[in-house]
């Protein structure tokens, strides 16, 4: 690992600084960091591992890679409401992990550090054979009790998704070499949507604090395989309309020249958008409230009594999406 | 990866119960976990990596695999004094692990929550192309403002080491294949030590709560490097005897015909001890308190003004051990 400045050398010289605002990291000189969330506030805590060649492309940007690894946690905080931080992160470094990779790596963690007003609490750096691999474990608070549960969704409640989903599905298809017409705008925009996901904090926030919504979590697996989810722990049914997913106009695009790709827009992932249900007495004051922090929320269908994702055709057919969402195994 | 179930088959069946005494982990059936520290209490937060052929053996037994893992973190909580109360992990599993191994990982851990009262709070399992790797925060608390810091260390203070150094050491010679003439429960006892770190949990606390110590931390990357980090950390110097660094018989009966290996005990790592500073009126009651929880915490030297660990002889020469410790790059 000659590539690499000695490990406490790297540590002072690299990660330190991303430390610098955090008071009870002690500048990462000690093996721990205290935290006490203010009272009344419960800690709300997530995280992920990332591999290169799994999560990753090991040619990606190294900046982009750390501010992916820390959004796709931010955006499990956002799927609660909560409020981040700060965060925890382990680096096994190969040997391709030269200083330059090191720092634009750092570089890229310093400014969303700064977008989303979090430090590094602590972390942990080894070598390995390879591939990289990466851990994060981000610390968010909010009101104690009020993280909205997978499992607190009620039966006629409206489902309700936010954004647009499939673009990093396109994007990446993008980056692994498919050649659709696209203008270079649009390419760039669905593979901006791949690479730097965007957490919907504000929107979780505001969404948590109206009281009114049941179940919510962001989509990483896909929305029906995360809606599958809500449904299991909620011991109840959905039905989806699949022309209703919230799609972008360069989504659309593809879509209509490749309609088959309706699969990716509702069951790839890495959308990191929210997904959530309500009573639909509510849903109007939702979207209201999406619109004041510049997000779009749509209703997409309704839970009802039963079990599984049913997802809906214009003609009210089911559509077979095989497993539905990206697993690992 | 056909040789594991599906991901949230695997999650469900091995992984759920281990979370299944903690309110706020939903049984792992949702994205985060709430948790919420006593009033008056800080959090202390601490995590590592482990990768197989780096920090442990790829045909390691995987409860032990296991156990050490989350060993290794309570001993940094240790080294604070805080009592341990969660975990969340991340597993990147390759093609060697099957069944049978994740059920011997997972009963490992099972079996430290019950020794040690903790539980799961969370995590992530991903597939890579290898070698496994994993990660692990663990959380303790402990009253506001307590946790003995490595910069507390004043000049004069006294340095005390609990229970006995280089048996890990000696263990992993062992493993690797030295061959010493050593009886069978003697090689057991280094491989153990080696295997299966005891964190230093009881006597941790009780340190702290004894108000008398300055600086305290877990020996991890060997007693000459982290007392090292005490030195560089409170801006100090510390003199060591190295005739008085603590050694088991075991490692006494290894040192009687290799006393070279004297360089194991005092800068190998792996030790799991505790090392601490303290005012030379305090070392008796410390010492006193170490014996109550059964534990033997020894005087190996002080802190003084300058910088640095020196090591010394019988004589009075300084030792050169190199680096000294365990470092990954």
Redesign the interface.
Known sequence: ?GR?????A?IHRYFAPLAAGVA?A?GL?????????P?G???????????A???FRQDDPPDLVARKMLRVNLS??A??G?KPVGY?????FDASVDEAWLAAFVRGLAEDQATFQIGL?????????G?I?L?L?A??ILP?GT?P???DAKAGDRILVSGTLGDAAFGLRLLQGTSWPLSDPVRQYLIGRYRLPEPRLALGQALRQSGSVHAM??V?DGLVADLG?IC??SGLGARVRAQAAPVSSAGASILAFAPDLLSLVLAHGDDYELLLTAPEAEVDRLVGLAGQVGVDLVEIGEMSPGSGVAVLDRDGHALDLGRGGF???
């Open positions: 690992m690499l400045p000695d490990e406490f790297l009870g002690s000189t000690d093996d721990v960091c205290t935290y006490a969330p009272p506030h419960d800690l709300v805590l997530t995280t992920d591992a990332l591999v060649g799994v999560h499990d905080l799927g609660k909560a925890l992160m382990t680096t096994a609490m602590g972390g942990d750096t080894v070598a390995t054979p591939p691999s851990s474990t610390l968010g104690v993280a549960r997978r499992g979590m962001d990483s989810h299991a722990a697993r690992h195994f």
